[in-house]
């Protein structure tokens, strides 16, 4: 069965430092999505990718967050300079236009 | 803005025992309707949908009924396993756009004992 696949599966870094997570959404999918959860909280919408641009994003994807899909599979997050409220983890989702999103296992990041 | 209400948990039941974790939306309009479980571990996973009012979603034993009267999407299971033990969430989109955005509630635990 496809599958959503991320990487890393856990990330540990510095305040300051910059952290791309990883994901390989499923092949036939257009829709590409990242959400977080930070431990003990609600899962949280970060940002919508649709034809090569954001479609939407919420108030939490500020200017030190990024996307980009560089290749025509992989579909990648960058946070510029991390700061210690960014550690949760973070899954990536990838949807046909159908409405239904599929998710994958999760990259858990630390900032220490 | 929309939103989505969960019963808080943890909830625990021995197995066998009948299981209802509510949920509530508040949205503007009528949304698709899901549930995505969580075993530990793990990412998220689909475990049932509805679009529609009065449809029902089923899936490994479990149902739920989009109820439009009382904007509710309440998951039932009537006999749990130990292997259903995982965090719930309930969840709500939108088809408007070309964004499938998904507002989730807090997710309920579900601990089930042997």
């Known amino acids: 069965e496809p599958e959503v696949t991320q990487t890393p599966s856990h990330q540990v870094t510095q305040m300051g430092q910059e952290v791309i997570l990883r994901c390989v959404p499923i092949?036939?999918?257009?829709?590409f999505y990242w959400y977080r959860q930070i431990l003990g909280q609600k899962v949280e919408f970060l940002v919508s990718?649709?034809?090569?641009?954001?479609?939407?994003k919420s108030e939490i994807f500020d200017d030190q967050f990024s996307v980009e899909r560089p290749d025509g599979s992989n579909f990648t997050l960058k946070i510029r300079s991390t700061k210690l409220e960014d550690s949760a983890m973070y899954f990536c989702?990838?949807?046909?236009?159908?409405?239904?999103?599929?998710f994958g296992e999760g990259s858990r990041l630390t900032v220490l | 803005g929309n939103s989505v209400t969960q019963m808080e948990g943890p909830v625990t039941l021995s197995e066998e025992a009948f299981l209802t974790i509510n949920c509530t939306y508040t949205?503007?309009?009528?949304?698709?309707l899901f549930w995505y479980v969580q075993y530990p571990g793990e990412g998220l996973q689909l475990l049932l949908k509805?679009?529609?009012?009065?449809d029902k979603g089923s899936n490994k034993g479990f149902e739920a009924t989009y109820r439009k009267e009382t904007t509710s999407f309440h998951l039932e299971k009537g006999s749990v396993q130990v292997s259903d033990s995982a965090v719930y969430f309930c969840?709500?989109?939108?088809?408007?756009?070309?964004?499938?955005?998904?507002?989730f509630g807090s997710g309920t635990q579900l601990t089930v004992l042997p």
């Open positions: 990718f649709y034809n090569n641009e954001i479609s939407e």
């Open positions: 949205a503007t309009g009528y949304p698709s």
């Open positions: 969840a709500l989109s939108f088809s408007s756009g070309s964004a499938r955005q998904l507002t």
């Open positions: 989702a990838s949807s046909e236009a159908s409405r239904v999103l599929f």
């Open positions: 092949s036939n999918h257009l829709y």
């Open positions: 509805a679009t529609k009012a009065d």
